[in-house]
């Protein structure tokens, strides 16, 4: 249904502009997508209040929810710069968000929402000149959720942006620095039935969550692909 | 491809308007005619029509296909139009002056013909909404004596006749009934002088249906009376009802009413040429649902069905009828279902739909509304109307916001609705919301549904966080004198529990009066939500020992070193001065406190800390060394869920989140969490005020609803893996038979179909089978323990450990006309029975596939019982699953 207004679920002009994939790609990958990039964030808006306002248009009992949230931080400081990635484990609920959460309020600044090809390394990071995002660069206005533009901060906020400073100080570059969320449910039992080909006694039990550990582990690495 | 267009000025465009998202490009001309058809109307749409009449007759050569493509859309696209689009047909049926070839039919009734086919197709996708708005245009048409009445008579019956398929599905029969009941209200005038017993025919069809649907409406009003097996509600009505009441009203004044209920602007034409015979709609059935089979039962019970039952529709009423419409009036029920359409059909964009919400008076008849303020009066109000736009469409959205068991769309739509229309027009909406969040609120203490209330919580907080929260919250002071767990102190409670998620305390804090800032008044936590780190304190028994672990963590030392080190630690403990204690939970507490105190500054940081250590999660799991490995040790699991509710006592959204996690993780299951949620759920994060025998309050169904939907959800993901693997191999067999048949030297391939396929499974359906099996299991156990938990908390036996003592007496008239003088247990009791109603209805089709275990299970000790409370808790389960009558 959209012959007489347009659904606010369409891929917008965003995109990341160092992705090296082809724009055919990239709308088939979007056409699937379960990631959002959410813009326009104040720089004290914390990951639970993400997570409060976006898990509402989480489906669990379609095997939806939030998958992970990916808080893009400023290069240098380490510290938040504005934007995030929410990855949902369903396509319909990305959809949902771009529909009803896209251009409301969330800690009091209008966010925006748009369909994501999917986190890759490197991307929580901001990529202007001086580690923040490249719009912060330019922006002329005074913006106290984002930095004001100077060191002046409200006085209410003084005592989270002393929270935010730290809260991401051991963020970590490189492979596995970011958590995957847990994937699809995976039988266990299986592995415990191999290993009941002779009597249990208390020390196997090291082996056998070695094995089922390995799987695991591999699992998430794959994800991360 | 959208036929909106930019600009034009009459439109407010926000900055975050940014939908640059398309970029039509060359336009034909019968394009162009398409988009003219679509957007009858933008000025005025009467002025209009012949205008636009003479544009489709100029367009040669005719392309009827088009044209009715274009009524199409415009019909079932935009329902407000169908009185004009049945004008503009209606036009188009005349012939042209001058035209020298009157032989062969007019270019309308070309266009209906194949506007009927369109119809058709309709109809045979169950596409309901359409196929329900075709037959509005239909209607309209009949009046307009283009389509001959008995036509029109023979397609309601056909939808009446649904009503009476065996075992036919509520969700069904009312879309049916709809369709039936709407053609009727629209087409009645004409319909009735052809044949009152006809008109009488099919609102008794539907009225026998109505009929049997009472218990189902018991279980799902939204204002209740557990003691009361009446129906009707004041405030409120069930969409039904309020449609067969307004038949009977116009059916009374023989269709007097519809002119004054629906525009018709046709009515004003001469009529037509009567040489002209009226289409006759060629006869149709309403094709059966389609019921996938996919033959994946587990057991010997019934396969776990998928879709969600349908329920009978209760619209709140927020407003007297001087000042919203009564939906059991034909004009009434006219305009909630106009608006109802429109908030359905523009689901897809909000703001449209906003902007459309507010626009609609100009498609309804003058006088229906108050004009805007500010606007010329020069239109008499209706008698008996001159409702407030504003107002009737709120009441309209928190109406269907609160549909039970669920609304249609999710919530977080219609709490953005609402928001678009606010900022739309402040001045006139925002004072309705504020009414409609009082009306809402005193309702809290005259039964509103818990899970209403719930709704209500949510809408307010998301709602305010769009509005810099300014809510005068001081003229809810007074009811701070209510009792503690009073639906009003909890909703003001909740209400900013939710605000705070949404922003932070201080921020909150700041916008209450004092009185509800005080901690003896138990509104607003007393401190930020923060992480409670039980062995922080150097004074804290076990400090050395956390430190030592907390260290490991740090230093991010291997999980089998972790595990190591709390096994030594364990000794330790052992052979120390106390050394009875139960040194396992302590063990287990220390690491999984560590643990989560690692993941404290974030989600994020969470995920990273469960995913390090997941090794050592499972080890903890399974009650460490003395395993029985598999699922893990059930007592060892609800350890774990313990230390993380104490751990985030201070912040109940992050022990929703670490539960939720543990489950994605499979640290647990979702079992365990509801097991664990009807013994301690009613400790977390409360002050010991509110504490009281076992219940179950929002908070505890959330951490319930969480896992069950977890449960579901996998069954979910389960099934359609193996239905896709299914096909694959179908696929995969269909080919290789295909390419047999192919091949020239396998003359005999036909002889031999069977052998040539062999039925040996893909060994990953077969995992995917053997994932199912396990996942449906451990569905029907949580619906099971869950469903234990109710009957143990409402119904418990005096042997029964914390049970609560009032379970009995909310449930009875006496009791709830006493409830001024309830106290807390009184009221979590009402409120745990409330969320019984909830799992009932919310899960009916999963109970109904387990019924038969389930029955056994929970209410076979009743047998023969005369307590009240065994009967209610059976009563409403069988109306859940459908076995009352």
């Known amino acids: ?219 998430i690495e794959a994800e991360r692909m | 491809m959208s036929y909106e267009r930019r600009g034009g000025g009459n439109r407010r465009r926000h900055r975050d308007d940014y939908d640059d998202r398309r970029r039509d490009s060359y336009e034909t001309p019968d394009d162009k005619l398409k988009i003219a058809i679509i957007k009858l109307g933008e000025v005025d749409p009467v002025e209009e029509l012949p205008r636009l009449q003479k544009q489709i007759r100029d367009l040669v050569p005719v392309n009827v296909a088009n044209i009715s493509e274009a009524f199409r859309i415009g019909v079932t696209e935009q329902p407000y139009k169908i009185p004009y689009y049945a004008a503009l047909l209606r036009l188009l049926h005349d012939r042209p002056e001058g035209e020298v070839d009157s032989e062969g039919p007019s270019l309308g009734r070309q266009v209906l013909e194949d506007f009927w086919k369109g119809f058709q197709a309709y109809l045979d996708k169950l596409a309901w909404r359409e196929t329900r708005l075709c037959i509005h245009f239909f209607a309209h048409l009949t009046v307009a004596h283009l389509i001959s009445p008995e036509s029109l008579f023979a397609l309601l019956q056909a939808f009446t006749a649904v009503l009476d398929e065996f075992g036919v599905s509520h969700g069904r029969a009312k879309r049916a009934a709809m369709c039936a009941a709407e053609g009727l209200m629209i087409g009645g005038p004409t319909l009735k002088l052809h044949s009152s017993s006809g008109v009488a025919d099919i609102m008794n069809a539907i009225q026998a249906f109505n009929d049997t649907t009472i218990s189902a409406k018991w279980l799902v009003q939204p204002i209740i009376k557990i003691f009361s097996d009446v129906v009707k509600i004041e405030n409120g009505d069930e969409l039904l009802d309020t449609m067969l009441y307004a038949l009977e009203t116009l059916n009374d004044s023989d269709f007097a009413q519809t002119a004054t209920s629906f525009p018709q602007p046709y009515a004003s034409y001469i009529d037509p040429d009567p040489s002209i015979t009226p289409f006759n709609i060629p006869s149709v059935l309403v094709p059966p649902e389609i019921i996938e089979l996919d033959g994946l039962s587990t057991d010997s019970e019934e396969e776990a069905q998928v879709k969600k039952d349908e329920w009978p529709e209760y619209f709140l009423r927020l407003f007297d009828n001087e000042v919203t419409p009564d939906p059991n009036t034909p004009a009434g029920y006219a305009v909630r279902s106009a608006l109802l359409d429109t908030l359905d059909i523009f689901e897809v964009n909000r703001k449209e739909c906003a902007r459309l919400l507010l626009e609609y008076p100009k498609w309804n008849l003058p006088g229906t509304f108050k004009p805007k303020p500010g606007a010329p009066v020069d239109i008499e109000p209706a008698p008996g109307k001159d409702w407030q736009l504003e107002s009737t469409i709120i009441e309209t959205i928190i109406g269907a916001l609160l549909i039970l068991p669920e609304s249609s769309h999710k919530s977080v739509y219609y709490i953005s609705l609402i928001t678009e229309l606010c900022k739309l027009s402040p001045s006139t909406v925002g004072p309705a919301v504020g009414k409609s969040i009082r009306k809402l609120y005193g309702s809290l203490s005259e039964g509103l549904d818990v899970e209403a209330a719930r709704r209500f919580a949510e809408w307010f907080a998301v709602h305010m966080s769009n509005f810099g929260f300014q809510w005068v919250w001081k003229e809810w002071v007074p009811d701070l004198a209510l009792t503690v767990q009073h639906p009003r102190r909890a909703f003001m409670r909740r209400a900013l529990e939710f605000e705070i998620r949404l922003s932070y305390h201080d921020r909150i804090l700041k916008t209450l009066p004092e009185a509800m800032q005080a901690p003896d008044a138990f509104t607003i936590a007393e401190q930020a939500p923060g992480p409670n780190f039980e062995y922080d304190d150097p004074a804290s028994p076990h400090h050395d020992a956390a430190q030592s672990v907390l260290n490991l963590f740090r230093g991010r030392a291997k999980a089998d070193d972790v595990i190591s080190h709390l096994d030594s630690l364990k000794t330790t403990l052992e052979t120390s001065d106390e050394g009875h204690i139960n040194v396992d939970a302590i063990v287990r507490s220390i690491a999984v406190q560590s643990l989560l105190h690692i993941g404290s500054r974030s989600f994020s940081h969470l995920l990273n800390a469960i995913e390090r250590y997941l090794p050592l999660l499972r080890n903890l799991a399974s ?121 020239p030297m396998e003359v005999d391939a036909d002889a031999k179909p069977e052998e040539e396929t062999p039925v040996v ?57 006493n409830r001024a003088n309830w106290g807390k247990d009184e009221w979590n009791a009402w409120e745990t029975w409330g969320w019984y109603r909830q799992f009932c209805r919310a899960y009916s089709p999963y109970l109904r596939s387990y019924s038969t275990t389930l029955t056994t299970v929970s209410f076979a000790r009743f047998q023969g019982s005369i307590d009240p409370a065994a009967e209610l808790l059976q009563k409403t389960f069988n109306v859940a699953i459908g076995q009352d009558v």
């Open chain 1, 1 to 219: 249904m959209a012959h007489v207004v347009t659904p606010l679920d369409q891929p917008s002009n965003y995109k990341d502009s160092q992705s090296r994939v082809d724009r055919q790609r990239q709308n088939d990958l979007l056409s699937k997508s379960t990631t959002l990039y959410i813009g326009n964030l104040s720089f004290y808006t914390t990951e639970e209040q993400i997570y409060e306002l976006f898990t509402k248009c989480g489906s669990p009992d379609d095997g939806g929810g939030i998958k992970r949230i990916i808080m893009g931080l400023d290069r240098n400081t380490r510290t938040p710069c504005g934007f995030c990635f929410v990855e949902y484990y369903t396509h319909a609920e990305a959809l949902a968000s771009m529909r009803y959460v896209s251009g409301t309020k969330l800690d009091e600044r209008i966010i925006r929402c748009d369909l994501d090809l999917g986190y890759k390394e490197g991307r929580q990071f901001g990529r202007g000149k001086s580690g923040g995002q490249v719009r912060d660069e330019h922006r002329q206005d005074y913006d106290p959720g984002r930095g004001g533009w100077g060191a002046q901060a409200q006085r209410l906020e003084i005592e989270r942006r002393r929270e935010v400073e730290e809260r991401y100080a051991d963020a970590q570059e490189g492979p596995g620095a970011v958590a995957g969320g847990g994937g699809d449910w995976k039988e266990a039992e299986g592995v415990q039935a191999e290993g009941k080909k002779r009597g249990r006694s208390p020390e196997d039990e090291g082996d056998n969550t070695r094995m089922v550990r390995t799987r695991l582990d591999e699992d």
């Open chain 2, 761 to 817: 499974d893909n060994p990953a359906l077969t995992t995917a089978l053997k994932a199912f099996t396990s996942l449906t299991r451990e569905q029907k156990a949580a619906l099971s323990r869950t469903l234990e938990g109710f009957v143990s908390s409402l119904a418990p036996a005096a042997t029964d450990s914390n049970p609560n003592p009032h379970s009995r007496t909310v449930i009875t008239e006496q009791g709830w006309n």
């Open chain 2, 623 to 743: 009650g460490g060394a003395s395993s029985t490995g598999g699922s893990g040790n059930a007592e060892a699991k609800a350890g774990i869920l313990t230390e993380a509710a104490a751990f985030w006592k201070l912040n109940r959204q992050m022990v929703g989140i670490v539960f939720d996690k543990l489950m994605q993780y499979q640290i647990v299951d979702p079992t365990d969490v509801v097991t664990w949620t009807f013994i301690n759920g009613s400790t977390v994060g409360q002050p010991s005020e509110l504490a009281g025998p076992l219940s179950l309050s929002a908070f505890e169904w959330d951490l319930m609803r969480g896992a069950l939907d977890k449960a579901n959800g996998r069954v979910m993901i389960a099934r359609r893996k193996v239905a896709a693997l299914r096909k694959e191999d179908d696929d995969t067999r269909a080919r290789a038979k295909a390419r047999a048949n192919d091949n």
